[in-house]
């Protein structure tokens, strides 16, 4: 196991912190998306459900429910040439050191929403991202890197309304070797 992270952490992979994609659109949430959303999750809130239940708790009709909501920037599959990366998931795309690169070998470690309004069936949404934070830290598998992104869910008048900040920690790849040795 290494005794620094001086490695990990470049002056490359540091000027990544603070970088921010441009406003990017979403693809608009219809009653279908939410439906599915509701049959994967359990979540039957009625407030996504039923326009007159949501009018008569407030709201101006149905609402989406805010985990759908956060998590709809990740599920962007095309690229952004403009900027040669995919606007809504800058860590994809970080200059890390050969063996963290599998992103199938990260983890999570923390998800934090925070909900400023809500947000209508149908209502036009964009997104914009940026890297917050990069470090690195010891732990049982050896040295991670840990990194937090920020999106931001926006409206049509770029008002945000969703603060998404999400940690998660890249792994040294095992290699096969290691892990039959310690099966062993």
């Given at each position: ?74 599920s962007i599959k095309r690229r952004d040439d403009s900027m040669g990366f995919d606007a809504a998931d800058l860590r994809r795309y970080l200059p890390l050191p050969e063996a963290y690169t599998n992103v199938r070998n990260a983890r999570n470690v923390s998800v934090e929403f925070e909900w400023l309004r809500a947000v209508y069936l149908g209502e036009e949404l964009f997104t914009r ?56």
């Open positions: 196991m290494s005794t620094t992270a001086e490695p990990l952490i470049t002056d490359e992979l540091r000027s990544w912190i603070g970088k921010t994609t441009p406003v990017k659109p979403l693809e608009s949430i219809t009653a279908s998306t939410v439906r599915r959303y509701v049959d994967a999750t359990g979540d039957d809130n009625q407030l996504w459900l039923d326009d007159v239940f949501a009018r008569s708790a407030g709201y101006r009709g149905r609402i989406l429910p805010p985990l759908l909501v956060g998590w709809l920037p990740f991202s940026s890297i917050a934070d990069i470090a690195a830290r010891e732990g049982k598998r050896g040295w991670g890197i840990y990194v937090t992104q920020e999106n931001r869910i926006l409206d049509k008048q770029h008002e945000v309304v969703l603060r998404r900040h999400q940690t998660i920690v890249l792994l040294p790849e095992a290699k096969f070797s290691d892990v039959t040795e310690k099966g062993k």
